[in-house]
């Protein structure tokens, strides 16, 4: 099992242009989430998703950001356009039931400046 | 669960000491509670969970954590702690029957020789 695969590991780039985070769930995972890790504000659940259905998006910090599952292997995490406040650790995270953990990926550090 | 309370944001403490990290969360209804523990530049990885039964819940690592819920607390322990122990740890809730998981702010353990 390899685990959730978040891409890219880092991630700079300039205010106003747009930014893509990809992430690959567990096989087999119906849940999947979105969060944000910043010393600030914590940990901070965006988005998440049930059989690649948005359930929701309530943490979603504004329309500059939208997330999409097109299938059960697949989401991405767009900002559009992008600005400095927007640099984070991003975290993709994917479970296979209610009452089951979150299996976290490594992440992606975006910088935005 | 509404909201997840970790009274310590640092906890510094001598190898093969006892530690406690503490935890308190608020909710109307019943709830699954986790810790989960971070080493840098990693995604968060469970260390252990309460679903029902037992209230006293252990890792494989040693540590334990138990669940009271008169005190809403779930505070994690360990009798002897070691250096590889050091890292932030974060309590978790999530409503049964829901899928959104609330995190603690983490408490950040670090452990002196």
């Known amino acids: 099992d390899a685990g959730v695969i978040q891409s890219p590991r880092h991630e700079v780039t300039e205010m106003g242009q747009e930014v893509t985070l990809r992430c690959k769930p567990i096989s087999g995972h119906n849940s999947l989430f979105w969060y944000r890790q910043t010393m600030m504000r914590g940990l901070e659940l965006l988005i998440y998703f049930n059989n690649n259905v948005p359930i929701d998006d309530s943490g979603m910090p504004e329309d500059r950001f939208s997330a999409k599952m097109p299938n059960a292997s697949f989401s991405t995490l767009k900002i559009q356009p992008s600005e400095p406040r927007d640099s984070a650790v991003y975290f993709c995270?994917?479970?296979?039931?209610?009452?089951?953990?979150?299996?976290f990926g490594n992440g992606t550090r975006l910088t935005v400046t | 669960a509404q909201s997840v309370t970790q009274l310590d944001s640092q906890v510094p403490v001598f190898e093969e000491a006892p530690v406690e990290l503490r935890c308190n969360y608020s909710?109307?209804?019943?709830?699954?509670l986790f810790w989960y523990v971070q080493y840098p530049n990693q995604g968060l990885q469970l260390l252990l969970k309460?679903?029902?039964?037992?209230?006293l819940v252990e890792s494989i690592n040693g540590f334990e954590a138990e669940f009271n819920k008169s005190q809403t607390s779930f505070h994690l322990r360990k009798p002897s702690v070691h250096i590889s122990d050091t890292a932030e740890y974060f309590c978790?809730?999530?409503?049964?029957?829901?899928?959104?998981?609330?995190f603690g702010a983490g408490t950040r353990l670090f452990v002196k020789a």
């Open positions: 978790a809730a999530e409503n049964t029957g829901g899928f959104k998981t609330i």
């Open positions: 309460y679903l029902s039964g037992s209230t």
């Open positions: 995270a994917s479970s296979s039931s209610e009452d089951s953990p979150l299996h």
């Open positions: 909710s109307s209804v019943s709830v699954y």
